[in-house]
């Protein structure tokens, strides 16, 4: 079984940064594919940004040079660093992970995984 726990959620100005955090625990083998998601309010949830084995990244457009993906293996630890942060990304933020190699048109939907946190608010203002 797998649990993720996500952190690091909050309310900022338009242009700030966050940086969120999420805990992997219990079975952590085989889990290639980790990613964040998010859901704004009336809206689907949606891929923001994948990271497939240790290196291989895949972004929405939407926050492309704006935001990084990375895990810290020793801490069983993904990471979603934010910059330049918008209104329009206000939303609940979602780690996700899967034991599947999923090709990388795949990496952001969110049918493709398996285990899900329960999400951290994210809140920018104008």
């Known amino acids: 079984q797998v649990q993720l726990v996500e952190s690091g959620g909050g309310s900022v100005q338009a242009g700030g940064s966050l940086r969120l955090s999420c805990a992997v625990f219990g079975v952590t083998d085989g889990l290639h594919c980790m990613g964040w998601f998010r859901q704004a309010p009336g809206k689907d949830r949606e891929g923001v940004a994948t990271l497939y084995g240790d290196s291989s990244t895949t972004y929405a457009d939407s926050v492309k040079g704006r935001f990084t993906i990375s895990k810290a293996n020793a801490k069983n630890t993904l990471y979603l660093q934010m910059n330049s942060l918008k209104p329009e990304d206000t939303a609940i933020y979602y780690c996700?992970?899967?034991?599947?190699?999923?090709?990388?048109?795949?990496?952001?939907?969110?049918?493709?995984?398996?285990?899900w946190g329960r999400g951290t608010q994210v809140t920018v203002s104008s």
């Open positions: 996700a992970a899967v034991r599947a190699n999923l090709y990388w048109s795949l990496r952001l939907q969110e049918k493709m995984y398996a285990y």
